[in-house]
T-cell receptor
């Protein structure tokens, strides 16, 4: 069966510090991978998606970036965090045209 | 641009009651529609996926319907339980690549024992 992992589960970082969130998927090959952010009181927003290694598409311009160094690994990064980057970050995977399955999420607080 | 609206935003019901959550969307050209459940501080759990060619899907006490022409979907929960308390999200997918999702803001359900 397939599982998706995210870490860390929670993170408190000062403004201007770097960020690295990791997501890995097990039990499937060549999945589509996604990063979402859920800000307080708002819906989910798609940040990045990837259909293959090294292939990243950005949906929203921001100071975040994503990378996919391996087939089942997706990393969300920032060089300098802003207060507005606080939120709940969710990674998800799917096979083409199929259901999306979400990870447990990372709660990021930028202070 | 697709917009997904969920009504009501919050709902409180006594245990054992049957209930319906509503979802409407503006663009009927969807590939599929998915209902998720989100517990506080947790990720999303997929409940039901309805393909555009389907009218409904059932899983246990849950039944989801889809009426593409009217831009509506409903999630029916039978014999509600306190463990059903969560936020329920309706999500449309406008493309086969699964990356054209539009999320509703959710309905927060509280089932009172």
């Amino acid at each position: 069966s397939q599982t998706i992992h995210q870490w860390p589960a929670t993170l408190v970082q000062p403004v201007g510090s770097p960020l690295s969130l990791e997501c890995t998927v097990e039990g499937t090959s060549n999945p589509n991978l996604y990063w979402y952010r859920q800000a307080a009181g708002r819906g989910l927003q798609l940040l990045f998606y990837s259909v293959g290694i090294g292939q990243i598409s950005s949906e929203v311009p921001q100071n975040l970036s994503a990378s996919r160094p391996q087939d089942r690994q997706f990393i969300l990064s920032s060089k300098k965090l802003l207060l507005s980057d606080s939120g709940f970050y969710l990674c998800a995977w799917s096979l083409l045209g199929g259901e999306q399955y979400f990870g447990p999420g990372t709660r990021l607080t930028v202070t | 641009k697709q917009e997904v609206t969920q009504i009501p935003a919050a709902l409180s019901v006594p245990e054992g009651e049957n209930l319906v959550l509503n979802c409407s969307f503006t663009d009927s050209a969807i590939y599929n529609l998915q209902w998720f459940r989100q517990d506080p501080g947790k990720g999303l759990t997929s409940l039901l996926l309805i393909q555009s060619s389907q009218r409904e899907q059932t899983s246990g006490r849950l039944n989801a319907s889809l009426d593409k022409s009217s831009g509506r979907s409903t999630l029916y929960i039978a014999a509600s339980q306190p463990g059903d308390s969560a936020t329920y999200l309706c999500v449309t997918n406008s493309g086969a690549g699964s990356y054209q999702l539009t999320f509703g803001k959710g309905t927060k359900l509280s089932v009172i024992p």
